[in-house]
């Protein structure tokens, strides 16, 4: 995910701008990347908070990437390029994981 906010997250007519560049918030999610992998650690070890960490810097993650291609499009006329699609489509993997690990600890739950 990290690698994605440093390539091309827009383009426009071979102008470019990677994740840190002109009005996206790449560091963002390069600041949250941190604490999603400390948290998934603690999700895999079946913590609750571990879950609720991942899922909400997964959400955070996503929103970002979804907020700036929106704006490049609105305000700069500007196509989505590759590393914005990494980076959605990781915020994506950690989302489905945290649903996965959630539902697990809750069925592990119930049946005990």
């Given at each position: 995910?990290?690698?994605?906010?440093?390539?091309?997250?827009?383009?426009?007519?071979?102008?470019?701008?990677?994740g840190t560049?002109?009005?996206?918030?790449?560091?963002?999610?390069?600041?949250?990347?941190?604490?999603?992998?400390?948290?998934?650690?603690?999700?895999?070890?079946?913590a609750w908070?571990?879950?609720?960490?991942?899922?909400?810097?997964?959400?955070?993650?996503?929103?970002?990437?979804?907020?700036?291609?929106?704006d490049g499009?609105?305000?700069?006329?500007?196509?989505?390029?590759?590393?914005?699609?990494?980076?959605?489509?990781?915020?994506?993997?950690?989302?489905?994981?945290?649903?996965?690990?959630?539902?697990?600890?809750?069925?592990?739950?119930?049946?005990?």
């Amino acid at each position: 995910m990290v690698v994605g906010v440093f390539c091309t997250w827009i383009a426009d007519d071979g102008a470019t701008l990677n994740g840190t560049e002109g009005p996206n918030n790449g560091w963002l999610c390069v600041l949250l990347a941190g604490p999603a992998y400390l948290w998934t650690r603690r999700m895999e070890r079946g913590a609750w908070t571990g879950v609720a960490g991942v899922l909400g810097c997964a959400v955070v993650i996503g929103w970002t990437a979804v907020e700036n291609w929106r704006d490049g499009r609105d305000v700069l006329g500007a196509t989505v390029s590759y590393g914005l699609l990494i980076v959605l489509a990781a915020s994506l993997l950690l989302l489905a994981a945290a649903v996965a690990r959630g539902v697990s600890l809750a069925r592990e739950a119930r049946s005990a």
